[in-house]
């Protein structure tokens, strides 16, 4: 079997074996022999679609996480049938992502059929396997590349004629591909689709995957969908009315996502503070705070894959399996209205950049939500760099699946901490909810709900007997020591045994139960008698 720390002699042909002795891409082979690996590419696609047959053709290889492979070994079978049945060259997964390694019926399969397999690590970004191979198969094909530079001067006609007073780059794109296809095509801008609009295309779109194409019917029509975007930076999608007798849909698929990614550019140049890597990280918290995704009859997983979210939290770093924690900070004191997005906590970002730890996060109004991987401590340092801020830090998940919860966690320990509940230093306070008492989260919950109602009816009987509350207050505040109690009310410690009898006979409980315990003194800290 050939290993990729082989020395390759220097060749014209764009092999896999060529791919796979880049040694900084750090890719495996696990199946498929030499001689297997000594053909010629024309080109590597990332996809999850397991109908290979209808977007990949011969000589091509294919990359995939295996997130519709990981618990079906029919279909790890078929694929690789598949893909050596229409002549692809071979099949790179990423492991860690899904899998940690590669599925076994995968690997069984492709070492049955002598098919090239190769392994490709979690800190490898597809995006760099793709596009050294994409440049040698151009570099190595004169022609191929003539005819790569005349497509592209295609796309670009009338740009030097774009006088109109609404001319715009993405514009012009749109025109040209459609002439270049003889095919309607019309972009939306992730910004103008809502759920109330009436046309069946843009109510499509809602659902629509923002990281890979589709083809999708709505009536009577054939529509494929390409997201434009730019690495993790999403700005709507091509939408091509394809023919319904059209035998070949792969050059109209290859333009329009060549054109996506001009689109893309267009917009983000145009706009350039919107593209800056603080409208990133916003972006990407918006989405993972977007509600609906993480409903419970839907796939978490799958919603964050189809919407690109997954994939662009990878491009900033965050690691697969490595804790994952919401943080909320509230600045005290007033937001300008016409300030930048993120003012206010110029301090807090700068020193979340500075860290080196993956993040992302949202500013609305005096308050920032934050996502990031990196240790406690070093999270809490962060944080204080907002002036005067006040902070609640959620519980510690393992994806990106956890950070609602996380999030959800932190809102709460930072109403907390804004009613004082917690030690605070002059400048910064904060709670951290994995430290929160179940007695303090509880107490504060019934505080700002239905709680001081059902406390103060739960004691009413006992204020009815003010030495006998007076008694139990003193008890429970002595840390339920008679001796004690005895001591600070100057009574007998036999009178404190016995108004504390008379409380049982009122409550008609006992208050050796922890239950009871539990209850009444919740009540009264509810209350502020404690």
């Not at 590349?145 to 740009?159: H, I, Y």
């Not at 972006?283 to 979210?309: C, I």
């Not at 949202?362 to 939500?369: I, K």
């Not at 902070?391 to 956890?402: C, L, Y």
Request: glycine share 8%; net charge neutral.
């Amino acid at each position: 079997m050939y290993s990729s720390t082989e020395v390759i002699p220097y060749g014209r042909n764009p092999t896999l074996r060529r791919l796979l002795a880049e040694k900084d891409l750090e890719l495996r082979l696990v199946a498929g022999s030499r001689e297997r690996t000594d053909r010629v590419m024309q080109g590597i696609h990332l996809t999850e679609v397991l109908e290979v047959d209808k977007w990949l053709t011969e000589g091509w290889v294919m990359m995939t996480t295996g997130y519709l492979l990981q618990r079906d070994s029919e279909a790890q079978r078929r694929l690789v049938r598949t893909l050596d049945k229409i002549g692809a060259v071979g099949l790179g997964y990423c492991v860690e992502i899904f899998t940690k390694h590669v599925p076994a019926a995968l690997l069984d399969e492709a070492r049955a059929l002598d098919f090239p397999l190769f392994v490709m690590p979690l800190h490898i970004k597809a995006r760099d396997v793709s596009t050294r191979a994409n440049r040698m198969i151009l570099a190595n094909d004169d022609t191929l590349f003539r005819q790569a530079q005349s497509t592209q001067d295609l796309f670009f006609e009338n740009f030097d004629t774009g006088t109109r007073a609404d001319w715009l780059p993405e514009r012009q794109l749109v025109e040209n591909l459609s002439a270049f296809l003889c095919l309607p095509v019309r972009f939306f801008a992730k910004d103008s689709v809502y759920l109330a609009d009436a046309d069946p295309v843009t109510r499509l779109l809602l659902t629509a995957p923002t990281h890979a194409p589709i083809k999708q019917r709505s009536g009577a029509d054939d529509l494929l969908i390409v997201p434009a975007r730019v690495g993790a930076i999403f700005t709507g999608w091509l939408v091509v009315t394809l023919p319904h007798d059209m035998s070949d849909g792969q050059v109209a698929m290859n333009t329009s996502l060549a054109v996506a990614r001009l689109v893309a550019l267009s917009v983000v140049s145009r706009n350039r503070p919107a593209s800056s890597d603080r409208a990133v990280r916003q972006e990407v918290m918006s989405q993972l705070l977007r509600r609906g995704w993480h409903d419970t009859e839907s796939d978490p997983l799958k919603r964050l894959q189809s919407s690109g979210t997954l994939g662009a939290l990878h491009d900033l770093g965050f690691r697969s399996g490595e804790p994952i924690r919401g943080s909320v900070v509230e600045r005290r004191g007033s937001v300008q209205p016409h300030a930048e997005r993120a003012g206010g906590f110029d301090a807090t970002v700068e020193e979340l950049h500075g860290s080196g730890a993956p993040y992302v996060f949202l500013v609305e109004g005096n308050r920032m939500t934050v996502v990031t991987q990196m240790p406690l401590d070093d999270l809490v340092a962060v944080l204080g760099a907002t002036d005067h801020g006040i902070a609640g830090i959620g519980g510690e998940g393992v994806g990106a699946t956890d950070v609602p919860k996380s999030v959800a966690q932190a809102t709460s320990a930072l109403a907390m901490a804004t009613a004082g509940e917690e030690g605070a230093t002059p400048r910064f306070r904060y709670i951290v909810f994995d430290n929160v008492a179940m007695s303090a989260w509880m107490i504060h919950h019934h505080r700002v709900g239905a709680g001081p109602a059902r406390a103060r009816r739960q004691l009413a009987e006992l204020r009815e007997h003010q030495t006998v509350f007076e008694t139990v207050v003193s008890y429970f505040g002595a840390g339920m020591d008679a001796g004690l109690t005895a001591d600070r009310l100057f009574i007998h410690v036999n009178s404190v045994r016995y108004r504390l009898r008379k409380a049982e006979e009122i409550l008609q409980a006992s208050l050796q139960h922890p239950a009871v315990i539990s209850d009444l003194y919740l009540a009264l800290r509810v209350c502020g008698d404690l």
